[in-house]
């Protein structure tokens, strides 16, 4: 079983929740990781670039001068690409670069990117953190600022009191990549941390794994680990038939 600590916002830990790695895969498999983001990046790549080939530009396609007899190189049209206001060689065209691959090995990349996540110990709970009606970046900004990096050796993670603020910081989630997972849509939660520099928000139906393992860190509402489990439990069983998150789109 693997453990994950429980912080509130002012960056005390509360308590630890413990994780089934069978309900995450068991084991995580590197090249079906690298398989999976390789395909999202490729439905990233933006193919509109375009040229004009030999077929684009104008003039006429005759043969400029015979083939002997007149003493200058042989020619043909005078679209070519050797000559000048010719068409370009080889011209790159609009194209799609997006590929998919089964359902079942996305839904299992998901799950082994979050069990890669709690065993490297870059994942936390964060509790008791309320934002109702009016977004609070404010709030996020310092739960950030408090909350430890768990990946860090305890010892180094300690205060010590002849250190400056900026020291302290640095072994904070402040200023880090961070994945925060709601249990659902909450447009609240959204508008206050989408504007922290290097913090992603999203709910944890939405995960995929380019999102999970580009952000250093990933931090979890209570209500969002529950959602998760509930989730990974139906995948891994094959009982998901209609949300798959946003990675089979």
């Known amino acids: 079983m693997l453990t994950i600590p429980v912080y509130n916002p002012a960056g005390e830990k ?35 670039v375009n040229t004009r080939g030999r077929a684009d530009v104008a003039g006429s396609g005759k043969k400029l001068f015979r083939q002997k007899g007149t003493g200058n190189a042989r020619a043909g049209s005078k679209r070519t690409n050797k000559r000048r206001g010719g068409g370009v060689a080889f011209a790159r065209r609009n194209r799609d670069y997006r590929y998919s691959m089964p359902k079942k090995a996305v839904r299992s990349a ?53 250190e400056s603020k900026a020291d302290a910081r640095l072994r904070t989630l402040a200023g880090r990549r961070v994945l ?9 939660w959204y508008r206050s941390a989408r504007n922290i520099e290097g913090v992603k928000i999203a709910p944890v139906h939405e995960f995929n794994t380019y999102d999970i393992l580009k952000q250093r860190y990933l931090v979890l509402t209570r209500e969002a680990l529950d959602a998760l489990n509930a989730k990974t439990k139906a995948d891994s069983a094959g009982h998901d038939g209609s949300q798959a998150g946003g990675e089979e789109n």
């Open 14 to 48: 509360t308590g630890e929740v413990a994780i089934d790695p069978a309900d995450y895969g068991g084991e995580v498999n590197k090249q079906l990781l690298h398989d999976v983001v390789l395909m999202h990046l490729a439905a990233r790549r933006v193919g509109t």
């Open 110 to 162: 998901i799950r082994m990117a979050l069990l890669s996540k709690f065993q490297d110990g870059q994942a936390l709970v964060l509790e008791g953190l309320e934002i109702h009606d009016v977004p609070k970046t404010k709030l996020v900004a310092r739960a950030l600022k408090n909350l430890p990096r768990t990946d860090l050796d305890p010892t180094e993670t300690a205060s010590k009191p002849d």
């Open 180 to 188: 925060i997972g709601l249990a659902g849509q909450n447009p609240v």
